[in-house]
Structures are given as C-alpha cells and as structure tokens.
C-alpha cells in the first residue's frame, strides 16, 4: 500500500515569491493534515481536512497561507508571498476517521515532507 | 494547553544496549500517545500508538509504555542498533481535537 506522497521533496526560491505544496493521501483517508516542521522543533499543525471541508485552521497564517482539498483527496497548500521566517519542512499526514467512531483519534501517517528554503 | 516535553534532547550509546527515551506531557486526560521515528531530511514514521486504556505496546524490539496519571510514557529501545539511529518523537492529540501536540524530539546516535 502507498504512503502518503508529497511533492516536491525539496524547493528554494526568493523571497516574496509564491510557493505550491501538493499532497495525496493514503488511498481511502479521509481526514487529511498540513503540519510546518522547524529546525529541532516538533511538527505543528497549521491545518485539518475532513474530507473536502477545512475543519481546524487556526492556527494557518490566512494573510499568506491559503489550502484546498477539491474533491476531498489531494491537498495544496500555498504560500503567497513567502518570507524568510517560512523555512521549514511542510509535512502531509492523513488518517481513517468517522463519526461515531470507536478510535476518534486515529494513528496519523506522515509523508516524507518538502523542505522549503526562503532566500 | 497541551505541552509535551522529551528528555533527554540527544543520547549517544554503544551498539547493543538496551536505552529508554522519555516522553511527558501535561495534560493526563489524552486519549492515546504516538512515537515517530524522523531520520534526517526524511518525514516521520510512526512506530507505535498506545491507547489511554493500554499500559503497553511492543513492536519487535520496541516497547512504550504509558501512565497516564503521571503523564509519563517511556519508549524502550532493547539491542539498539547503529540503524537505530534517529530522532524520536512523541505526540498526544490536544484535547478535544485531533491536533497532535509534539515533543521536540530524541536525537539517538548508536556508535557501532
């Protein structure tokens, strides 16, 4: 079974520049997770999908982060413009969870992350 | 709010001994508790999920377990081995959310 994908691995640019992040999930999970990993830091979450809807943003910077799940498998998450403060290694999860069920938080997978430098 | 703190930040040990990362957390009314493994440049893998009404969990040479009323969970590395080497993380949901509040990390170097 495939993991959670995300592309690209790695990506510089300038800053003030704009930058995509896709993800795809785990075949069948459907909630779906953006965390922003800095240098000797744990993952933060910067924001949580059931299915297509966005049900947990507060803590996504709206000014310049922005996020959508059409069709609620793959992911993108944007940043427009970036600044330096940005660098980071953006990782994916996703999770099986339902309503009514007996394991409301599921074991999260995580993939291999983008590492974004901010120049 | 939810904290988790990981002690201690970085180990070194000789190949073949048994080790134990810390994990504690806050806030004892968690659900369950997960241990990643991160490899360097690489995401996060995850190593086990031990529920709140479990006190252990094993996976081969892995073993975490957990007490919630004191908000400890320990992971118990046995025979490590130079491929062992990592950092290990622990996470907790925050409360009433399926946000995953992270420990900074275990940074386990195994000498050969």
């Known amino acids: 079974e495939a993991g959670v994908v995300q592309s690209p691995r790695y990506k510089i640019i300038e800053k003030k520049q704009p930058v995509a992040f896709w993800c795809n999930p785990i075949s069948g999970h459907n909630t779906l997770y953006w965390y922003r990993q800095n240098l000797g830091q744990g993952p933060e979450l910067l924001i949580r999908?059931?299915?297509?809807?966005?049900?947990?943003d507060s803590q996504l910077p709206k000014d310049r982060f922005s996020a959508e799940r059409l069709k609620g498998v793959d992911s993108t998450l944007k940043i427009q413009p970036a600044e330096l403060g940005d660098s980071a290694v953006y990782l994916c999860?996703?999770?099986?969870?339902?309503?009514?069920?007996?394991?409301?938080?599921?074991?999260?997978?995580f993939g291999p992350g983008t590492r974004l430098t901010v120049l | 709010k939810q904290e988790v703190t990981q002690i201690p930040a970085a180990l070194s040990v000789p190949e073949g001994e048994n080790l134990v990362l810390n994990c504690s957390f806050t806030d004892s009314a968690i659900y369950n508790l997960q241990w990643f493994r991160q490899d360097p440049g690489k995401g996060l893998t995850s190593l086990l999920l031990i529920q709140s009404s479990q006190r252990e969990q094993t996976s081969g040479r892995l073993n975490a377990s957990l007490d919630k009323s004191s908000g400890r969970s320990t992971l118990y590395i046995a025979a490590s081995q130079p491929g062992d080497s990592a950092t290990y993380l622990c996470a907790v949901p925050q409360g009433g959310s399926e946000k995953l509040v992270f420990g900074k990390g275990t940074k386990l170097t195994v000498n050969p």
């Open positions: 999860a996703s999770s099986l969870a339902f309503f009514g069920s007996p394991v409301p938080y599921p074991e999260q997978f």
């Open positions: 999908y059931e299915n297509e809807e966005a049900v947990d």
